[in-house]
């Protein structure tokens, strides 16, 4: 049982818009603390997508982009392209458990 | 280019213990906090522990805590991970990550990852 909860898969056609959930509570998201998203491949190392709830390290698309509000946060893809196809993590950092702390992951499949 | 390498994975029993190794390079590893975190079999992402810059502090998962210890020697630009009375539920792809953020201000994000070294937990 993740301290974040992720939904397990969503999926989209090629060229449209998902988005991707990561509820927490008063101890972490809803404490303030910032939210970060990454990409999973199997056989590669996980890929940072945006730090600091909505920031883009250089070399990832305008096409993802992140969102926080009270004790949840979201993840936009928009123009899905078939190399989309990923597990995606939300992180933060939980003041209870005095850790950092993930999602459960989501898989994302490209129609 | 930033790169780190883990390794020392492999296939040991239940009680036993293995050290993992994250070789970095490319940056200057004396200057950033290092974390491991690791993948069980068809589960999620799991933080094991971090340690400061300048090894002065460590902090671990309840999971591990006093069973597994976080070294780095930065002579070597090289983080550690001492894993004693292992566990088949420590069956993980383990990741070694460089923190660009503050742990102690609870900001800690990863903008590099190894690989991961595969521990299989086994008799």
Redesign the interface.
């Known amino acids: 049982q993740s301290v974040l909860t992720q939904p397990p898969s969503v999926s989209g056609a090629p060229g449209q818009r998902v988005t991707i959930s990561c509820t927490g509570r008063s101890s972490n998201i809803g404490a303030g603390y910032d939210v970060h998203w990454y990409r999973l491949l199997p056989g590669t190392a996980p890929k940072l997508l945006i730090y600091g709830n909505s920031n883009r390290p250089s070399g990832v698309p305008d096409r993802f982009s992140g969102s926080k509000s009270g004790t949840s946060a979201s993840l936009a893809i928009t123009g899905l392209q078939a190399e989309d196809e990923a597990d995606y993590y939300c992180q933060s950092y939980d003041s209870s458990l005095s850790g950092v702390v993930f999602g459960g992951g989501t898989k994302l499949t490209v129609l | 280019q930033v790169q780190?390498v883990e390794s020392g994975g492999g296939v040991v029993q239940p009680g036993r213990s293995l050290r993992l190794s994250c070789a970095a390079s490319g940056f200057t590893f004396s200057s950033y906090g290092m974390?491991w975190?690791r993948?069980a079999p068809g589960k999620?992402?799991?933080?094991v522990a971090?340690i400061w810059y300048d090894g002065s502090n460590k902090?671990?998962?309840?999971s591990v805590k006093g069973r597994f210890t976080i070294s780095r020697d930065s002579s070597k630009n090289t983080l550690y991970l001492e894993m004693n009375s292992l566990r088949d539920e420590d069956t993980a792809v383990y990741?070694c990550?460089r923190d660009?953020?503050h742990?102690e201000r609870?900001?800690?994000?990863?903008?590099?990852?190894?690989?991961?070294t595969l521990v299989i937990v086994s008799s």
Request: cysteine-free; aromatic content about 32%.
């Open positions: 780190l974390h975190v993948q999620g992402l799991e933080w971090v902090y671990y998962a309840d990741y990550a660009l953020g742990f609870g900001g800690s994000y990863f903008d590099y990852w190894g690989q991961g």
